[in-house]
DNA sequence: CAGAAGATCGGG
DNA sequence: CCGATCTTCTGC
C-alpha cells in the first residue's frame, strides 16, 4: 500500500518545513517503458520567497521563475551549466515563491546526478506532481536522524543567506 | 548585443 | 583544479 504525497501537502507547509520533511518520502518515477523505479530522497535544500539571495526568485518573475510563484505540487525544473537538469519541487500557497532542491536520493548524491538518474528534462517544467503519470511523491518513513548545514554553491547570495542552515541530509 | 556566471560533475 | 556546455541575466 503506497500513499501518494497530494497538492494540499505541497501546498500548506513552507519550503522550510517541507524540505525537512520530504527525506524519507519515495520520489517516485515510471519511465516510457512503464518500468517504475522508488528513490528515497536523503538530501534536499530549501529556498524561500523573494527576499532569499539564494533562490531564482529573488530575480523576480519571469519567464523561468514564474512557475515558483504556483501554488505548491508542481515541478521547477532548470538546466544549470548546460548540462544538469536541476529537480525542485514548487511549495507553499499562490504568488508566495519557494521550491524544495532534492540534492540527493538514496544511492545517489547530488542534484545533477538526480536529474540525470530520472531523465529530467525542460517537458518537467510545472509537471503536476499530484496528477502527473510519470512522476511522484509516496509517503515514506525517516530513518536515522537528520542534521542540518549551509546549502551549497550559494555563496554569491552574501553573509545572511549563504549561512543560513536550509540543507537537510537524512543520516 | 556581448559577456559573465551559474542551486554541478567527472576527470587528471 | 579545470573544462564542459547552454541558459539567463546584466551592462553598455
Known amino acids: 500500500m503506497t500513499h501518494r504525497l497530494n497538492k494540499d501537502y505541497f501546498r500548506s507547509r513552507d519550503a522550510l518545513f517541507l524540505a525537512e520533511d520530504l527525506l524519507g518520502n519515495f520520489l517516485v518515477r515510471r519511465y516510457e517503458n512503464g518500468k517504475i523505479s522508488k528513490f528515497r530522497i536523503v538530501e534536499t535544500e530549501a529556498y524561500l520567497g523573494t527576499d532569499d539571495l539564494a533562490s531564482h526568485a529573488s ?6 521563475t514564474e512557475i515558483m510563484f504556483e501554488e505548491g505540487g508542481v515541478i521547477y525544473a532548470y538546466l544549470i551549466y548546460g548540462m544538469h537538469w536541476l529537480l525542485n519541487i514548487v511549495t507553499g500557497p499562490k504568488n508566495h515563491p ?11 548524491i547530488g542534484p545533477g546526478r538526480v ?15 499530484e496528477t502527473s503519470s510519470r ?6 518513513d525517516i530513518t536515522g536522524k537528520i542534521i542540518s548545514s549551509p546549502r551549497i554553491g550559494v555563496d554569491y547570495a552574501g553573509e545572511i543567506w549563504k549561512n543560513k542552515l536550509w540543507r537537510f541530509e537524512s543520516k
Not at 530575480?59 to 523561468?64: D, F, H, I, L, V
Not at 536529474?115 to 506532481?129: P, V
Not at 512522476?135 to 515514506?140: F, N, P
Open 98 to 108: 519557494e521550491a524544495v532542491l532534492i540534492r540527493g536520493v538514496e544511492n545517489c
Open 59 to 64: 530575480k523576480g518573475r519571469t519567464k523561468r
Open 135 to 140: 512522476i511522484w511523491i509516496e509517503k515514506g
Open 115 to 129: 536529474g540525470k538518474l530520472i531523465g529530467l528534462d525542460r517537458t518537467f517544467y510545472g509537471e503536476n506532481l
